[in-house]
């Protein structure tokens, strides 16, 4: 897995509980998702139509770098399917994973047009 993004764990990230708050993970992982697939189908109308069962393993609490990892699962015909884990960067424990997500590559009127990719691409490659 490919650890991409860093956050930092900051007091208004918190629960009540004092731990990292569930949703605010989910939102870092959403935009995550989201800006990899738009960098990958090369096209910034790019949505999220499903994410599978997410799994939270352990938690975070302020002060704590939590790092995003994504992996490709695949790519179909007008969408990219990936997976993802959030870990402790301290030590290297797993917080959350999420087995599917699937992003859905858009045209200009909001209807899923085909990408035609069929493999990662590094922008370094593309240059």
Known sequence: ??????KWVKPQDLNPNGTLFGGHLLSWIDEELALYSIIQLQN?????KYMSEINFKSSARQGDIVEIGIDVVKFG?????????VRNMMTREIIITIDNATMVNLDESGKPLAHGKTQ???VKDRL
């Open 120 to 122: 990662i691409e590094f």
């Open 44 to 48: 910034q109308k790019v949505v999220t």
């Open 1 to 6: 897995m490919r650890f991409h993004t860093r």
């Open 77 to 85: 015909n007008t969408s990219l399917v990936l997976k993802c884990a």
